[in-house]
């Protein structure tokens, strides 16, 4: 059964704290990405990466950088955690396929809040 | 990529067919659309997905007419299991480097 894997399914961290969100993947897959989700706002991409040390922003990247060192893993930084960054956040997987849209596997989601 | 709308929420009532439209103007030749699933408390997991005409599978089915501008989900005999919010997508697919836009979604509600 694919699994993608998110470290923690909730997280109490205070302002100002750095914070890291891990998130691996067990299918082999090239790429990864993470989201945030608030009410109301539906999920909103933060980064997502395509391969081993590559990223590309999203379309809420301040705040957030990521890390990606191993195919397997992608991590979220908080530099300096703030209340409004107390959020869901998802991790998901796709394979790096030409063929057509493929699908997307997501973790559990991690429930953070910033206090 | 193309902008997506769809209605914010619905409701409907145990064994009746669901449809849900999205409308996707600016879809290009290159783009598919794609429908995701959430339940609360959980990641979205992925339901269907196709080009054009109709595509159907154990879960629902897919309806795109020939210019492609909008799609529909369909849901035959809704349960209350089926209560979540439903994300249309349009995924390019020329391109490994495929980033997902999801928008707010439909949130369904199914009464008993």
């Known amino acids: 059964d694919v699994k993608v894997t998110q470290s923690s399914r909730y997280l109490v961290k205070r302002t100002g704290e750095k914070v890291f969100l891990e998130c691996v993947q067990d299918?082999?897959?090239?790429?990864m990405f993470w989201y945030r989700q608030d009410p109301g706002l539906g999920l909103r991409l933060i980064y997502f990466?395509?391969?081993?040390?590559?990223?590309e922003k999203g379309d809420i990247p301040e705040g957030y950088s990521v890390s990606r060192e191993k195919k397997e893993r992608f991590s979220l930084i908080l530099e300096s955690a703030s209340t409004n960054q107390t959020s869901m956040y998802l991790c998901?997987?796709?394979?790096?396929?030409?063929?057509?849209?493929?699908?997307?596997?997501f973790g559990q989601g991690t429930r953070l809040t910033v206090v | 990529l193309a902008k997506t709308t769809q209605p914010i929420s619905m409701d409907s009532y145990e064994g009746q067919e669901v449809n849900i439209t999205c409308s996707h103007n600016?879809?290009?030749?290159?783009?598919?659309i794609t429908w995701y699933q959430q339940f609360p408390s959980q990641g979205p997991r992925f339901i269907i997905q196709?080009?054009?005409t109709k595509v159907t599978n154990e879960v629902a089915s897919l309806f795109i007419p020939a210019d492609r501008k909008s799609s529909t989900l369909s849901l035959p005999r809704v349960s209350l299991s089926d209560t979540a919010v439903y994300y249309c997508?349009?995924?390019?697919?020329?391109?490994?480097?495929?980033?997902?836009?999801f928008g707010s979604g439909t949130r369904l509600q199914v009464q008993p």
């Open positions: 998901a997987s796709s394979e790096y396929g030409t063929g057509g849209g493929t699908e997307a596997f």
């Open positions: 299918m082999d897959h090239e790429n």
């Open positions: 990466s395509y391969d081993v040390k590559m990223k």
């Open positions: 600016n879809i290009a030749t290159n783009d598919y």
């Open positions: 196709g080009y054009k």
């Open positions: 997508l349009v995924v390019r697919k020329d391109t490994g480097r495929r980033a997902l836009t």
